[in-house]
């Protein structure tokens, strides 16, 4: 027999052995506790219970040891009639049968776990904010040791005691005597960019020949900043100094700057070389805001680590190594700012001994090495036709035609006739047209922009026919379908002259009157040609660049020549013969054309210094929409007039 006992927490039916009748025990559903009732047994039969679906043989645990019960009250007698129902009660009615328990195919599925307080994308970003304050707090440490080893005031040391000896006690130097060699490395950030953003340049003592710039000899290289274009790095060194900070002990050379400079310089150990940071000066101020930032920032990090820690009751083994990991971090770096600030202290020491020896191969002594100030007052001259008699060309590392289309001259513009003219045995076609009218007039060889005539060049140098110049505007070599190939500032200078020739015995042209004037490229080949001849009245060159070291077309580079060759390259750079000047020469740049203003304020201050006239003068506009108002400048100046 079994008695019916029912939860009264939760309601459960339970059913007891009659030998339990009157003790106490726990539901085994919600563990409430509970009491046998000394009541009439239920037979074993099937009831209701198993109809609705509550028949389990779930019965109390009867170990639960228990206080003694008192006994039930006495059960009212069964023999008081139950009175008729009166106005106002009603027998309470029987509770409708339970619904049998609904069970879905392949039963309950479990419930989803509750979600984690503290999600993994939290986590993330604390550690981000850790590894903002790591490279705050390591830049502020290199600021330190960079504090530590340099004075506010700059020693003042030769290029040539700096090299032997490094900078002893104080990083912070002033170096003078020195020279910058050919070729530097740079870095832009964006491939659109006309300025670079940092250069690295070897520099030498000054009193040693180019040819002593090789690899096994360079112990000091200048970094820059400061150095956006050409004309900037040539000026770099000027006066024969640079100031800075000795930054090697803090940073090196890596990556594609150092693979080309080793390139570019064989042998040299940049392991064993000195960085110089061209105006960088210690700043206490740097340092110590930089470093407690970056602490701030992992202390920050680390307390919402442990708070996060702390709250989350569901951790897992990711919480467990995100708290150790930023633990650890910070507390290194704690470590490592203390070890620096105890031990950082200047050493001066040249790491390898430098081995000042003069390479083999010695230039001519007639031959100049590439000056960047003016020279000396009195100081020998070699001129570009010199230079180049002496160490030939053009030295061709590309053959072939000019990188820029069309491969064939344009139809000829109206009012204009195609010619061809003579140039070191070549036959090459131009443009070339005058004034109506049996007047003689003065001419003007016009030189394009890029790297080959087009019809969109015309409208230029129909602007000095309009003003009464003859004009000829010629293709040159390796263009548009010309003879010869694609020289990069060398043959076409050639090209340049052998035009103005040929304009000077045009019919009704006054060969002594013959003017050269061109933009971009075409003003390069201008300086370039009133430097190799004198057969020039007088020249203008719009935007032109007088420090070319490598040639560049639709962002790739097609430089024809060997640019690391010291010659090949200088043989192209106007600047480097600036005082063979042999005309009247006019520098025209945009006012906005900030990459090439610098280096032709240098040509004119290099040419000023050797006795040439030459003057800078400044328009509206950037590098191509400069060019009208240059032209009209060119006008008033070879009709005689001042340009102001």
Request: with cysteine.
């Amino acid at each position: 027999m079994s008695i019916e006992v029912v939860c009264g927490s939760c309601g459960k039916r339970h059913k007891a052995d009659e030998k339990y009748a009157g003790k106490r025990g726990k539901c085994k559903q919600c563990g409430a506790p509970m009491e046998v009732p000394a009541l009439a047994a239920v037979p074993d039969a099937a009831d209701d219970f198993g109809v609705l679906g509550f028949r389990e043989e779930a019965t109390v645990d009867a170990a639960v040891a228990a206080p003694p019960v008192p006994p039930p009250p006495p059960p009212l007698p069964t023999a008081i009639p139950i009175a008729a129902p009166v106005q106002g009660y009603r027998p309470q009615p029987p509770a409708p049968p339970t619904p049998p328990l609904y069970v879905p195919p392949g039963g309950f599925r479990p419930a989803p776990p509750a979600p984690r307080r503290n999600s993994l994308t939290a986590w993330r970003i604390v550690l981000v904010l850790i590894a903002v304050g790591v490279g705050l707090a390591l830049e502020g440490i290199r600021e330190i040791h960079l504090n530590a080893i340099a004075l506010s005031t700059p020693q003042v040391i030769s290029c040539n005691d700096l090299c032997k000896n490094g900078y002893g006690h104080n990083a912070n130097v002033h170096v003078t005597d020195l020279k910058i060699t050919p070729y530097f490395v740079w870095l832009k950030n964006s491939e659109t960019s006309t300025n670079y953003d940092v250069i690295w340049v070897p520099v030498i003592p000054k009193d040693k020949p180019q040819s002593f710039g090789q690899g096994s000899n360079i112990r000091l290289i200048v970094k820059s900043k400061d150095a956006k274009t050409d004309a900037d790095v040539t000026n770099l060194a000027a006066g024969g100094w640079v100031e800075g900070l000795i930054v090697s002990d803090i940073e090196s050379i890596t990556g594609k700057d150092r693979t080309l400079l080793e390139d570019r310089y064989t042998g040299i150990d940049l392991n064993n070389v000195m960085i110089l940071e061209q105006n960088r000066q210690p700043s206490a101020v740097k340092a110590m805001g930089f470093t407690a930032g970056g602490m701030g920032l992992m202390v920050i990090g680390l307390a919402a680590l442990a708070w996060g820690f702390s709250k989350n009751q569901n951790r897992s083994a990711a919480d467990m190594i995100f708290l150790a990991i930023g633990s650890l971090v910070t507390l290194g770096m704690v470590g490592y700012l203390i070890v620096t600030l105890l031990t950082a202290k200047p050493n001066g020491k040249v790491p390898a001994p430098v081995r000042y020896t003069p390479s083999p191969v010695q230039p001519s002594p007639q031959v100049l090495p590439p000056r960047t100030s003016p020279p000396p007052h009195g100081a020998p001259q070699v001129s570009l036709a010199d230079f180049r008699r002496q160490v030939g060309g053009p030295h061709l590392l590309k053959h072939g035609p000019s990188p820029q289309p069309p491969q064939e001259l344009p139809a000829t513009p109206d009012g204009a006739q195609t010619i061809t003219y003579s140039s070191d045995g070549l036959s090459l076609k131009a443009w070339t047209a005058r004034p109506p009218g049996n007047n003689t007039v003065p001419g003007v060889v016009f030189l394009h922009g890029g790297f080959s005539l087009g019809s969109d060049d015309w409208p230029s140098a129909q602007k000095f026919l309009d003003a009464g110049f003859a004009v000829m505007e010629p293709a040159l070599r390796g263009e548009d379908g010309n003879p010869g190939e694609f020289e990069g500032f060398y043959g076409e200078v050639d090209d340049a002259i052998a035009a103005a020739d040929t304009l000077a015995k045009t019919p009704g042209v006054d060969g002594k009157r013959i003017y050269i004037c061109g933009h971009s490229a075409g003003g390069t080949l201008t300086m370039l040609a009133v430097e190799l001849s004198d057969r020039f009245a007088a020249a203008v060159s719009m935007a032109g660049n007088p420090l070319t070291h490598s040639i560049r077309y639709n962002n790739q580079d097609v430089t024809p020549f060997a640019a690391h060759n010291a010659d090949d390259a200088r043989a192209r750079q106007p600047m480097q013969f600036a005082a063979s000047v042999k005309c009247p020469l006019t520098l025209v740049v945009g006012d906005k054309d900030m990459a090439l203003a610098a280096g032709n304020q240098a040509m004119e201050a290099i040419s000023k210094q050797a006795g040439k006239k030459v003057q800078l003068l400044k328009v509206p506009g950037d590098h191509f929409t400069s060019l009208d108002p240059a032209i009209d400048k060119a006008i008033e100046i070879f009709k005689g007039g001042t340009p102001q």
